[in-house]
C-alpha cells in the first residue's frame, strides 16, 4: 500500500484544491470553534473534490451531532479527537471513525497497547498526534515508540510534520499514512505551496 496522505485544517477552496493536486488521499474540516482552523458545515459541503476522502475533525459534539455535520458536510469520515469512548465510537460507525490518540499521555507502553486494543474493533484508522491532548501545535512525536507496539488497523502519523522531519518519521515510525497541518502552513489555515511541495517531495524520496 502506497503512503496515505491527510492534510488538516481546511479553510479555503484553493488550499483544498491545491492539496489535491500535489496528491492529498484526505482533506480535513475542523469542527471546533476554538481551533483558528475552525470552519462550518457549509463550507465543507462546498468542497467538492476529484477523489480525496472529507474527514470531519470532531472535538466536543455528540455523537446525534456528528452524524448530522457529516450527512450536511457531504463528509466521509469522523476524526475524533476529544478522547471520545468506545460507546461513541460504535454509535458513529466502524466505518466511519479515524479515532486520535495522544501516545505521550500514557505511563507506559503496556497502557498506550491496551488503550489501541480496546478501540481496534470501533474504528477504521488510528492517528497518533503530539502532546496530550489538541492538535495543530506543531510539535513531533518521539518516532522510536512506534516500534513497541502492535497496531491492528491501517494508522496515521501526526505532530508537526514538514519536509524537515518527514524521512525520520517514516523511517522510523513505518505509518501507514502522515497527516500534515501546521508544518505546510504560512500561517494557521492557511496552507504555503512551497511547504507542501516540499513535503511531497521528501515524502517520495
Not at 187 to 202: I, R, S, T, V
Request: charged share 25%.
Amino acid at each position: 500500500m502506497s503512503l496515505l496522505v491527510k492534510v488538516c485544517g481546511m479553510t479555503s477552496a484553493e488550499d483544498a484544491a491545491m492539496c489535491e493536486e500535489y496528491g492529498a488521499d484526505f482533506l480535513g474540516f475542523i469542527f471546533h470553534p476554538s481551533s483558528p482552523r475552525n470552519v462550518d458545515v457549509s463550507f465543507a459541503r462546498s468542497i467538492k473534490t476529484g477523489g480525496a476522502k472529507k474527514v470531519g475533525v470532531f472535538v466536543k459534539q455528540s455523537a446525534a451531532k456528528v452524524h448530522e455535520t457529516l450527512k450536511n458536510g457531504v463528509l466521509d469520515f469522523a476524526q475524533l479527537h476529544g478522547g471520545q469512548n468506545e460507546e461513541f465510537c460504535k454509535a458513529i460507525g466502524k466505518e466511519l471513525v479515524i479515532k486520535v490518540f495522544w501516545p505521550q499521555k500514557y505511563d507506559s507502553v503496556k497502557e498506550f497497547q491496551d488503550d489501541i486494543d480496546r478501540f481496534a474493533p470501533y474504528c477504521s484508522y488510528m492517528l497518533f498526534d503530539a502532546g496530550k491532548s489538541g492538535g495543530g501545535h506543531g510539535k513531533s512525536l518521539e518516532f522510536d515508540l512506534f516500534k513497541e507496539v502492535t497496531i491492528p488497523v491501517p494508522w496515521l502519523l501526526a505532530g508537526g510534520l514538514s519536509a524537515d522531519n518527514l524521512n525520520e518519521a517514516l523511517s522510523a515510525a513505518k505509518p501507514c499514512g502522515v497527516d500534515l497541518n501546521s508544518g505546510v502552513e504560512s500561517a494557521p489555515g492557511k496552507k504555503d505551496e512551497n511547504k507542501l511541495a516540499a513535503a511531497f517531495e521528501a515524502m517520495a524520496r
